[in-house]
């Protein structure tokens, strides 16, 4: 099984600033096969990233995915309150498919 | 494109509940089908998928023999058997289109309570 790590945990920013989201793997990864979803309270989960780095239809542009092999990162540039939210990145290119612990965005 | 599941609720220890999801606003043939789930307060935990025609189908280890996925394309719908029910299934149960590389998108959920 991937195991996938998020770090931090816990991220207490400001609206405005830049958040940097880490996910590694404990086995390489391909791209094609690395997504990060969001989620808000008492709401279902929702499709950021897939790919890696792809965008999905209506995410801003604010938000990007980068990364390879054991290391992807999400970055959001400037923060909006609408932002401040649990991340999960996913995996599925070894079976089963999992999940990160999540990384609780927070505001400061 | 709008995924609604319903069945969810409270069940005893050992016992069985069938949740549906019915799926609209795209080629449901078309698309594989997942089941996650969230104990509450927890993350995300994927549970099963089944391919467009219901002839691949694959389960989290931890769930092989217990819960059941099935699909009738001609309803648009997906289902998830569950049966043997324990403490540890308790979780809101999201339908979500997508076998893998990505899943999207999700439904609501609904929440399975398993407890005496």
């Known amino acids: 099984e991937i195991v996938l790590t998020q770090s931090p945990d816990t991220l207490s920013l400001s609206p405005g600033e830049r958040a940097t989201l880490s996910c590694r793997a404990s086995?390489?990864?391909?791209?094609?096969?690395l997504a990060w979803y969001q989620q808000k309270p008492g709401q279902a989960p929702r499709l950021l990233i897939y790919?890696?780095?792809s965008r999905t239809t209506g995410i801003p542009d604010r938000f990007s995915g980068s990364g390879s092999g054991t290391d992807f990162t999400l970055t959001i540039s400037r923060l909006e309150p609408e932002d401040f939210a649990v991340y999960y990145c996913?995996?599925?290119?070894?079976?089963?498919?999992?999940f990160g612990q999540g990384t609780r965005l927070e505001i400061k | 494109v709008q995924l609604v599941e319903s069945g969810g609720g409270l069940v005893k220890p050992g016992g069985s509940l069938r949740l549906s999801c019915a799926a609209s606003?795209?080629?449901?043939?078309?698309?594989?089908m997942s089941w996650i789930r969230q104990a509450p307060g927890k993350g995300l935990e994927w549970v099963s998928y089944?391919?467009?025609?219901?002839?691949?189908?694959y389960y989290a280890d931890s769930l092989k023999g217990r819960f059941t996925i099935s699909r009738d394309n001609a309803k648009n719908s997906v289902y998830l058997q569950m049966n043997s029910l324990r403490a540890e299934d308790t979780a809101v149960y999201y339908c979500?289109?997508?076998?893998?590389?990505?899943?999207?998108?999700w439904g609501r959920g609904t929440l399975v309570t398993v407890s005496s």
């Open positions: 790919g890696a780095s």
């Open positions: 086995q390489s990864v391909s791209s094609s096969y």
């Open positions: 089944i391919s467009s025609s219901g002839t691949t189908i």
């Open positions: 979500v289109r997508g076998g893998g590389p990505m899943f999207d998108p």
């Open positions: 606003g795209f080629t449901f043939s078309d698309h594989y």
């Open positions: 996913q995996q599925y290119d070894g079976s089963p498919i999992t």
